[in-house]
């Protein structure tokens, strides 16, 4: 019916414009306090920014699990009572012999598919190991579902890590997706600073303390690293006194003393504890601290630490030290990242982009006002003014959620203009069939709406499912084009039958006895 009732107008009235001053908070600076102080972000194609593609270094990764996988091996089968010899790693396989009594367990216990050895049958029906036997000489690898888990697991840690790392530095509105199994995705909008951002995601910031040795036979073993200046050398041992797992905080500051730039840190319990434990008994030693390999500064033990907190000096400047506090806050990466392309969009671009868009909605705009006013005169009027509204509540909706707005999305919401004056001529045109055979022209009106109702309804279900697929197949920009056109199906349908219908309903109501409405 065009009949709406007082309540149901109050709440279109009161709806339209929230949304409305929702969406005008982009055209104005308000404070952080202020009900409307939200805003749409641009995208990268707008604004200008850094677009990385990372790819993840796997090889350290099959390395690490394989290291753990030996010892794993070696302890099951001792708890067994089961002998195997010569356990090693080469080229990414491990390699053991066993006696022929212990040949067929063995090969049982990796085929089994409820291993605790070798497991994910139940889940992959597939085993995370292969075992191939030649006479008594056993080889072990991963299998193809054993790589795929452990690259995506590397993968999804290394994202959440530089998600964190990204983060920190305030960057807006990040995007960082996953390509493949082995890649990484970073988009990054506005970014005036994207050597520092290479140089905080290019690091593993794998930090580890290790007490510095001139004996070569240390029971850990030892291994000769260089200092950051990449001249001095000390050999250290392999025991790990603590790593970057221990550490709750880390902050730049001031030493008093010195009135050099130092990273301040402290440690969770266990950290706490060990740390404490080893200086007391490694008084007089050098203790070096060890990030992604290099020594960063090698400080004499003068007494016990057992408060679990103390600093690492190193020449910082006050940046470098608050780089290396977040990226000792945020976590070692699981593997290396490469910059395997890198693309930056000036903000100038961004700008020229942003008016071609612009142009082009004002002139597809003007051209839909121009062709509904001449063939549907004031109802096309209230048409083009319902278009308006229909933009501003879009809008809104996208600033209320702070989306991020591309040139894509931009394109979706022309599209949307399209949409809604699709259903509009749709309504008009069955509005004239209608008043055909009906004189009173309420009656015909009514009939028109209800009667294109159905076309109007199919037709948008069948783009937003389309908007949908495009959401969860897609990626950034098909993503940006996708949420600005399903939004803007359900603006187009409210402002369509709502606000449209609503001044229609009005205008029809005072004419009603005019010959000829449209």
Known sequence: ?????????????ILT???VLIASSNLIKNNEDSLFNKKIN????????????LEIDNDPVIEQKLQNLTTTIRNYFKEKDIRINNIKIVDQNIFFNASEQNKQIIIDVFNDENSDLNPYYPRFKSHQLILEETELNFKVNFSRQGLITLKTSSQDQAIEIVRRRIDEIGTNEPNILKRGNNRILVEL???????????????????????????????????????????DEAIVSKRIIISGDNLLDAQPRMDSQTNETVVSFSLDRVGAKRFGKATSKGIGKQLAIVLDGKIISAPVVRDTIASGSGQISGGFTFQSATDLALLLRSGALPAPLNIIEERTVGPDLGQDSINAGMIAL??????????????????????????????????????????????????GIILTVGMAVDANVLIFERIKEELKNEN???????????????????????????????????????????????????????????????????????????????
Do not use: C, W
């Open 440 to 518: 009173n022209n309420i009656l015909a009106f009514d009939s028109g709406y209800t009667k294109s109702r159905t076309a109007i309804i199919d037709a948008n279900i069948t783009t937003l499912l389309a908007a949908i697929i495009l959401f969860f197949m897609g990626s950034g920009p098909i993503k940006g084009f996708s949420i600005t056109l399903g939004v803007g199906i359900f603006t187009s349908l409210f402002s369509v039958y709502f606000i449209a219908r609503l001044l229609t309903g009005l205008y029809v109501s005072r004419h009603k006895n005019k010959e000829r409405l449209i």
């Open 42 to 53: 641009l995208g990268l194609d707008l604004q200008g920014g850094s677009y990385l593609l």
């Open 362 to 411: 004002a002139i597809g705009f003007f051209l839909v006002i121009i062709f509904m006013f001449v063939k549907y005169k004031i109802f096309g009027l209230i048409t083009n003014f319902t278009l308006i509204i229909n933009l501003l509540i879009l809008l809104g909706i996208l600033t209320l959620f702070e989306a991020t707005l591309t040139l894509p999305g931009i394109a």
């Open 1 to 13: 019916m065009l009949y709406f009732s007082k309540l149901r107008i109050l709440f279109i009235s």
């Open 17 to 19: 414009i929230v949304f």
């Open 189 to 231: 909008p506005g970014l005036d600073d994207p050597m520092r951002i290479k140089s905080l995601l290019g690091k593993t910031a794998n930090l580890t303390f290790r007490f510095v040795t001139k004996s070569k036979e240390d029971t850990f073993g030892v291994e000769k690293l260089k200092y950051e200046n990449d001249i």
